[in-house]
């Protein structure tokens, strides 16, 4: 079995359907809107059961040759059907509107939940996985709370209803209706608890392969670059062939309890009409009585067999539902304090790790940072260098407050993170990352991504600024051009220019570079340095960069390497010193000699 797999059958253990009443939160604000439902519902229930005794009166008229209550009965009977439509239609109305009115509210819950988790909450779960709960599983809520529910509650109606009213017409054929029930509920109970499990199951396998999809489909350029299409196929049909065959035995399993049902229930009204007709024929009952009898009987039946399938539709919802609960409750490893103090302003981007050890929660034996200690002062420019995994992006991480460290404090302006909340001190800090993120939206929307309250032209001197405005004016529609999915419009260095205007127009007094100029080529990389130096002014500014060349003006360079510092100092004193720093410059200068 895979880790998948296994981590799928954890959390599929021991459901019923009361986890629906997970969904009570979301419904408790609509109370109006779920009595009224529930009013419509009722009436059309009653009405439904009113309608035999009509047809008693109708056919009973006929023997009787009553042709002014046969009249009456008739005008009765159709008034009764008039009002059934109607509430019928208010019935769906008000039920329909209330499940789309809670897997709204449900899903904008889920939503703001997901979207402010730590880093640490998506290495345990995949992306394309929530966003199967986001989809999949409320759209399943959905239909079962705007129609699974409403249809369950009015079959239950219907067979309490029925049954009493078949025990007023005939006590004997009641008894035999009777004798059907266990025959009929033994099944649902025991195949209801299979069904529960595999719709359970089979709600992790889709999952699971929304889950592979997302992950193939965003990085498709790598795949396609290491031919790894055929692999990545593979890959996804497996875990969709396992879907579909939990999906088939459910399916099968569900066939079969319907098969049982229906044929039980028919059977037995088959048997209880053959006892009703010699009645009727030994004059012990009336046409009548037994044409009532027979409604309710179908009426109880019909109830039955929608109740069994509608069972395992809640099932399903009940599976999602403790699926979406879940998420909903996880707690996650970050929390803001209760009592957040605010950040004082004006900032002045004082930066501080005390005594700071580290590791990532999906490495724990491999530490990230041990005891690491640095003070930058406002507005100073400090550059980490060192080899790849020295701890350079971890610092950067650690600021950002996406983890705590395991040991020590981080503060900006002396107030630890940890006692503000996190909305707060991230306004003062601009972060462009190694690998930019474009969104699917405008040139000019994603620059604006920052700060959503800049004007167009704050946006366009952003741009200048950045070195991009000139290749997004040559854009087909300059600002207004739609960028695609991950920027797939645009070249690296563009993308990393368009990231550098966004953190630009932030204008926050703490700066965060993360390989800023990585991905551009020499003419581009000398603008937007350029560009870089100026808003670094008056700015308390954190920069990584492999390219020593780029860092050689910093007021102070701290070399890192595994996860300690290990020099600090400006560009000549750490080449005179000799040691990782005077290494690393020898060998990138003399490559770009050589080059």
């Not at 009898?293 to 009940?318: C, H, K, N, P, T």
């Amino acid at each position: 079995m895979t880790d998948t797999s296994a981590a799928q059958d954890q959390r599929a253990k021991s459901r019923n359907i009361g986890a629906l009443k997970g969904l009570w939160p979301f419904i408790h604000p609509y109370r109006n809107l779920l009595a009224l439902a529930l009013l419509a519902l009722i009436t059309t229930a009653a009405i439904t059961l009113a309608l035999p005794l009509a047809v008693r009166r109708v056919v009973d008229g006929f023997e009787a040759r009553e042709m002014m209550l046969l009249n009456q009965y008739f005008a009765g009977a159709f008034g009764l059907a008039g009002l059934l439509a109607l509430g019928t239609g208010l019935r769906y109305y008000f039920v329909t509107r209330l499940g789309e009115r809670i897997v709204a509210d449900i899903r904008k819950a889920l939503f703001a939940r997901v979207i402010d988790r730590s880093p640490a909450f998506y290495e345990r779960i995949m992306t394309g996985e929530v966003l199967s709960r986001l989809t999949t599983d409320t759209t399943l809520i959905q239909s079962v709370i705007g129609s699974s529910v409403s249809i369950a509650l009015r079959n239950a109606l219907m067979l309490i209803g029925g049954l009493i009213l078949l025990g007023l017409t005939s006590a004997k054929l009641m008894g035999f209706v009777l004798l059907m029930v266990p025959a009929i509920i033994v099944p649902i109970v025991v195949m209801g608890r299979k069904l529960r499990k595999l719709s359970r199951e089979n709600q992790d396998w889709v999952a699971a392969s929304s889950g592979n999809a997302s992950e193939a489909l965003s990085a498709v350029q790598t795949v396609q670059a290491n031919t790894h299409e055929a692999a990545s196929r593979a890959a996804f049909d497996q875990v969709t062939e396992t879907s579909f065959d939990v999906a088939r035995r459910r399916i099968f399993t569900r066939a079969l309890l319907t098969v049982i049902v229906i044929f039980l229930v028919f059977a037995g009204i088959l048997g209880t009409l053959w006892v009703g007709a010699r009645d009727v024929a030994a004059g012990v009952m009336s046409p009548g009585e037994l044409a009532q009898f027979v409604i309710y009987a179908v009426i109880v039946a019909g109830s039955v067999g929608a109740l069994s399938e509608i069972w395992s539709e809640l099932q399903r919802a009940a599976g999602a539902t403790e699926r979406l609960v879940e998420l909903l409750h996880d707690e996650d490893t970050l929390q803001d304090p209760d009592t957040p103090r605010a950040l004082p302003r004006p900032i002045r981007g004082a930066v501080r790790f005390e005594d700071v050890s580290f590791h990532y929660p999906t490495r724990p034996g491999q530490q990230a940072l041990d005891q690491v200690s640095l003070d930058v002062a406002p507005g100073e420019t400090v550059a980490l260098v060192g080899p790849s995994g020295a701890g350079k992006t971890t610092i950067l991480q650690l600021l950002m407050r996406f983890y705590d460290p395991l040991s020590g404090r981080i503060l900006i302006d002396g107030m630890d993170l940890r006692d503000m909340a996190r909305t707060d001190f991230r306004q003062a800090l601009a972060l462009v990352p190694q690998d930019p993120v474009i969104f699917a939206a405008s040139a000019m929307d994603n620059i604006r991504f920052s700060r959503p309250e800049a004007t167009d032209v704050e946006v366009i001197e952003a741009a200048r600024a950045a070195d991009a405005h000139v290749f997004i004016e040559r854009l087909p529609e300059g600002y207004k051009t739609e960028l695609g999915e991950r920027g797939v419009m645009l070249s690296g260095g563009q993308r990393q220019r368009v990231a550098l205007a966004r953190a630009i127009l932030r204008d926050a007094p703490i700066l965060l570079l993360d390989e800023a100029t990585s991905a551009l080529d020499a003419e581009s990389e000398a603008a937007v340095q350029r560009a870089v130096d100026h808003l670094s002014k008056d700015r308390t500014t954190l920069v990584i960069a492999h390219r020593l060349a780029t860092v050689k003006q910093a007021d102070r360079i701290v070399v890192f390497d595994d996860g300690r510092i290990v020099a600090t100092g400006t560009h000549d004193e750490l080449v005179a010193e000799g040691g990782l720093y005077a290494r690393l410059a020898r060998l990138q200068f003399t490559a770009d000699r050589a080059a």
